[in-house]
């Protein structure tokens, strides 16, 4: 899948999040959506088996940020910090259509976001960034102009 547009050098990072705001005020990412949905109790037999046996293939692939940095999820020091994928972390997205297929059965939200710009990078390794989002995106503020964040199609399911 490639996340770097025909003639344009920029790398635009890809991030799948709930288009609403959770009680924290936050955008859920589609790891956590799925997992909500789990702990209501919410997933079939076999929803529940692709989500166990997919969040496992995901904590052995790479890094939870936090294992690095316990605060790097802090809401007093990073608030609203936010995980995003790198282009370059193919292998990661490929599963990312099972877990939409899934909240979409079930009627949840999930919005696919990119942007070459999409806040101050407060973790960094070879697969992904995670974020404080830039003020003026973080809110909706009168007259601003909007972030470089757009729409994307979700690549085919690769058979696993």
């Given at each position: 899948m490639?996340?770097?547009?025909a003639g344009d050098d920029t790398v635009h990072y890809v991030r799948f999040q709930s288009p609403h705001r959770n009680d924290r005020g936050h955008f859920t990412g589609v790891f956590g959506l799925l997992n909500n949905l789990a702990r209501e109790g919410r997933l079939t037999d076999e929803q529940e088996s692709f989500r166990r046996?997919?969040?496992?293939w995901y904590d052995a692939a790479y890094t939870d940020p936090s294992t690095v940095d316990p605060r790097v999820y802090d809401d007093g020091i990073n608030p609203g910090a936010a995980a995003w994928f790198k282009p370059t972390a193919v292998h990661l997205l490929a599963r990312v259509p099972g877990y939409l297929r899934i909240l979409a059965a079930h009627g949840v939200d999930c919005q696919v976001l990119r942007s070459a710009d999409p806040g101050r990078v407060v973790y960094e390794d070879d697969v992904q960034i995670v974020v404080v989002p830039h003020a003026l995106h973080a809110t909706a503020v009168p007259g601003a102009s909007a972030p470089d964040v757009r729409a994307v199609e979700v690549p085919e399911p690769l058979a696993e």
């Open positions: 490639e996340m770097i547009e046996r997919n969040n496992s």
